[in-house]
């Protein structure tokens, strides 16, 4: 049986930095994870760039270091004072070499089967290593000698952190869990085009909207950066509403695929934009597999019908064409593990303090609706998280990182952020080691 310090399970935005930083404090750490590449959102999901959450957060290492690597490989950018704007495809080298030259041992395609359990402790957890959901017979010389043989490894740990965003591992042992009410905030599928004449389009952008708050660009480096947005709510005038309202009318998108519109520059490229839609403008359940299905099915939709839509009203995307689709949903709620401290939004609209904070922000309340004009963005002073919200309720030596924390339903749509899920999971290793120590 192996053993581990630390075992990560999921290696998105929060286990990535949750592995790296274990190892920098030599920890033996291992991460898990169930698809064959790391960074969840950044890289799978597509979800460029990290967004700025304030001037003085704490627990920055991993994202200053992964910003450092980034750059190396002419993968980042800096625009609009924000160094967050990253290639999700380099990235998923990036991460490789960080995490690996951290003595961080990872697997992928892991699937955790289950867990020995004593009281309030996770001694050890089981591993599928076989993408076979089923036991293989081995047979010595195929007519006799046949025996079955489980191809699980069970691993040891002091200490397990749950960075899965749906609580994969969480709900396996049976964590309590806080309440939904059955508020889901509509899922997205986002992806990224290419072949686009980016000074044309920023141009035309720039005259076409005044409004700086929402459309912006600049040359870094030589490469047009640029960024612009467009929503159905009726909270402010959009530049581009007549054009969505045109594409509509004449039936070349439903009147849902304009209900989120958002595009960024991807650092390293000259002619992509990535798209932050289209946003599935329904109120499904990420944890319910229909639910995903159907989200999947209507997002890949939606998508084939933005891109014509773009071709055909945007000049510079004449020669456009789609380079790469989500391989994950952009989930922004799910199932939040019960913590030793539950989060909430009292907490945060008070700026309340703590003894031993996690993450310190100013990142607005987030809420997306599948309704016209009931989204939220609620913008409030710093705030901070204890690690106490990291902290397993039922279990001693359990963490989790990411958007799964112990939050309430609003104080969540502040703290799901990338900036924020770094720092979770940089925390969470630094007071593991505390422990140990």
Not at 206 to 215: A, G
Not at 308 to 320: D, L, R, S, T, V
């Amino acid at each position: 049986m192996k053993k581990y310090d630390v075992v990560i399970i999921g290696g998105g935005t929060a286990g990535c930095a949750c592995a790296w930083n274990c190892g920098k404090l030599g920890l033996s750490a291992l991460l898990l994870e169930k698809s064959e590449v790391l960074g969840g959102t950044m890289t799978s999901g597509l979800v460029v760039p990290v967004m700025n959450s304030g001037n003085n957060q704490i627990n920055t290492f991993f994202y200053e270091n992964l910003i450092s690597e980034m750059k190396k490989c002419s993968a980042q950018a800096e625009y609009m004072g924000n160094p967050g704007w990253f290639n999700p495809e380099i990235l998923k080298i990036v991460l490789d070499k960080m995490l690996t030259d951290n003595n961080v041992d990872i697997l992928f395609n892991a699937e955790i089967i289950d867990a020995e359990i004593l009281d309030n402790t996770i001694l050890s957890i089981s591993v599928n290593k076989t993408l076979s959901p089923y036991n293989y017979k081995i047979h010595s010389d195929n007519i006799s000698d046949c025996r079955e043989r489980v191809l699980s490894e069970h691993i040891e740990a002091r200490y397990v952190v749950d960075s899965t965003g749906n609580s994969y591992f969480s709900k396996i042992i049976n964590c309590d869990f806080l309440k939904n009410e059955n508020k889901f905030q509509p899922m997205s599928l986002r992806f990224i085009m290419s072949g686009i004449d980016i000074q044309t389009f920023s141009q035309y952008l720039q005259e076409k909207d005044n409004d700086r708050n929402v459309t912006t660009a600049e040359v870094v480096d030589g490469v047009t950066y640029l960024s612009t947005a467009y929503t159905w709510d009726a909270d402010k005038h959009w530049a581009l509403a007549d054009l969505f309202n045109d594409a509509v009318n004449n039936n070349i998108l439903k009147d849902t695929d304009r209900n989120y519109f958002q595009v960024f520059s991807v650092a390293g490229t000259r002619d992509s934009l990535a798209f932050n839609c289209p946003r599935v403008a329904e109120s499904l359940n990420p944890s319910a597999i229909e639910d995903r299905t159907k989200a999947l099915l209507n997002g890949r939709q939606a998508i084939l019908r933005l891109s014509e839509f773009c071709k055909k009203y945007f000049p510079g995307f004449e020669n456009a064409y789609i380079s790469n689709i989500s391989d994950y949903l952009g989930v922004r709620a799910s199932d939040r593990i019960r913590g030793k401290y539950i989060y909430t939004i009292e907490d945060l609209r008070s700026g309340k303090t703590f003894k031993n904070p996690a993450v310190i922000s100013n990142y607005p309340v987030d809420i997306h609706s599948s309704e016209k004009n009931s989204s939220t963005l609620e913008k409030n002073g710093e705030y901070q998280l204890p690690i106490e919200s990291l902290m397993s309720y039922n279990y001693d030596n359990l963490y989790m990182a990411g958007r799964n924390l112990s939050a309430d339903y609003l104080a969540q749509g502040a703290l799901r952020v990338q900036a924020s899920c770094f720092s979770m999971g940089e925390a969470v290793a630094k007071h593991i080691k505390a422990r140990i120590t």
